[in-house]
């Protein structure tokens, strides 16, 4: 079964980090882009992040540029998304998925279940 997975999400106070982690199974990450994606309650799934199969471009939306850094690493089919200086309105479900590219608005495949990032004093 072709599936990503997250994990990672939780409870922080503002100004605090997290790490998320978005996982392969039954397929090898290395031919796609990733994007990460957020939901808050009542709003449309928006963008956060995006990064080229090999790393060597990444993409922030501008409400998170200077705090989050995506990374990947293809040995463990794993990409991460690390999240510092987290803010309220970072709160949300984070999604990823696959991409043909960071530059391409398409999507492959099904949405995951998310997890789901607090941020909260």
């Known amino acids: 079964q072709l599936q990503l997975v997250e994990s990672g999400g939780g409870l922080v106070q503002p100004g605090g980090s997290l790490r998320l982690s978005c996982a392969a199974s039954?397929?090898?990450?290395?031919?796609?882009?990733i994007g990460w994606f957020r939901q808050a309650p009542g709003k449309e799934r928006e963008g956060v992040s995006c990064?080229?199969?090999?790393?060597?471009?990444?993409v922030y939306a501008d409400s998170v540029k200077g705090r989050f850094t995506i990374s990947r690493d293809n040995a463990k089919n794993t990409v991460y998304l690390q999240m510092n200086n987290l803010k309220p309105e970072d709160s949300a479900v984070y999604y990823c998925a696959r991409k043909p590219g960071c530059d391409s608005s398409l999507r492959i495949g099904s949405w995951g279940q998310g997890t789901q990032v607090t941020v909260s004093p």
């Open positions: 990064i080229s199969t090999r790393g060597g471009s990444t």
């Open positions: 039954g397929f090898s990450l290395d031919s796609y882009a």
